[in-house]
């Protein structure tokens, strides 16, 4: 019934409610949840929370979320810094580097290109990108926005530019999932599948 929740308990539940692809339902679940916690918990989460904007910065080079600048990517002499990962948010770094498939370092454009939303080259770090290939020895640009419209199209303008500045630029490979049933494919996902086969001849 409303009204019926404390306050303090109706705060955290519309907080938590921010959080993408929480409902009401679950965000008062995960509050009560807390609730539930021994009080030295629930501080030591509000202050995990806290510390975030106090310590976390963006990366002076690389542009991800680091509590260091440069941060530790960047800073590592054994990454292979002719290769540069273009990415769309820190948490595609983040992915990526769980992987463990690539040792060269990142750019962090912050976002995708989305005219309609007001959303333009001049919103995102591409003159960044284009300064860093001119002044750093990069010999490779790798690509890897997501395969949507709007990382498509950031993709495609990426190429446009690095290629005039004879800048080698691929694009990472889309398609069928491991473990992923053919006939569930979308034909977007199985027509970016067909373009980035691999010659098995070899």
Same mark, same amino acid.
């Given at each position: 019934?409303?009204?019926?929740?404390?306050?303090?308990?109706?705060?955290?539940?519309?907080?938590?409610?921010?959080?993408? /692809?929480?409902?009401?339902?679950?965000?008062?679940?995960?509050?009560?949840?807390?609730?539930?916690?021994?009080?030295?918990?629930?501080?030591?989460?509000?202050?995990?929370?806290?510390?975030?904007?106090?310590?976390?910065?963006?990366?002076?080079?690389?542009?991800?979320?680091?509590?260091?600048?440069?941060?530790?990517?960047?800073?590592?002499?054994?990454?292979?810094?002719?290769?540069?990962?273009?990415?769309?948010?820190?948490?595609?770094?983040?992915?990526?580097?769980?992987?463990?498939?690539?040792?060269?370092?990142?750019?962090?454009?912050?976002?995708?290109?989305?005219?309609?939303?007001?959303?333009?080259?001049?919103?995102?770090?591409?003159?960044?990108?284009?300064?860093?290939?001119?002044?750093?020895?990069?010999?490779?640009?790798?690509?890897?926005?997501?395969?949507?419209?709007? /990382?498509?199209?950031?993709?495609?303008?990426?190429? /446009?530019?690095?290629?005039?500045?004879?800048?080698?630029?691929?694009?990472?490979?889309?398609?069928?999932?491991?473990?992923?049933?053919?006939?569930?494919?979308?034909?977007?996902?199985?027509?970016?599948?067909?373009?980035?086969?691999?010659?098995?001849?070899?």
């Amino acid at each position: 019934m409303p009204g019926s929740m404390p306050p303090a308990l109706e705060r955290l539940v519309k907080n938590l409610q921010r959080l993408p /692809g929480v409902g009401e339902k679950s965000a008062t679940r995960h509050a009560l949840q807390i609730l539930r916690w021994p009080s030295a918990q629930a501080r030591e989460l509000a202050e995990s929370i806290a510390l975030l904007h106090e310590r976390i910065g963006l990366c002076s080079r690389c542009y991800t979320f680091s509590e260091q600048d440069p941060c530790s990517i960047c800073s590592n002499p054994k990454r292979e810094d002719s290769i540069i990962c273009v990415v769309e948010e820190p948490g595609d770094v983040l992915a990526i580097e769980k992987a463990g498939c690539f040792q060269g370092l990142y750019h962090v454009l912050q976002g995708v290109l989305a005219p309609m939303e007001g959303i333009g080259p001049e919103q995102l770090k591409i003159r960044e990108l284009l300064a860093r290939v001119q002044n750093e020895a990069v010999k490779e640009v790798i690509i890897a926005t997501s395969s949507t419209a709007a /990382g498509e199209a950031t993709a495609s303008y990426l190429s /446009g530019l690095l290629s005039e500045k004879g800048i080698r630029t691929s694009r990472i490979a889309c398609g069928i999932p491991m473990g992923a049933d053919l006939k569930y494919a979308d034909h977007v996902t199985l027509k970016r599948a067909m373009e980035c086969r691999t010659d098995l001849s070899r």
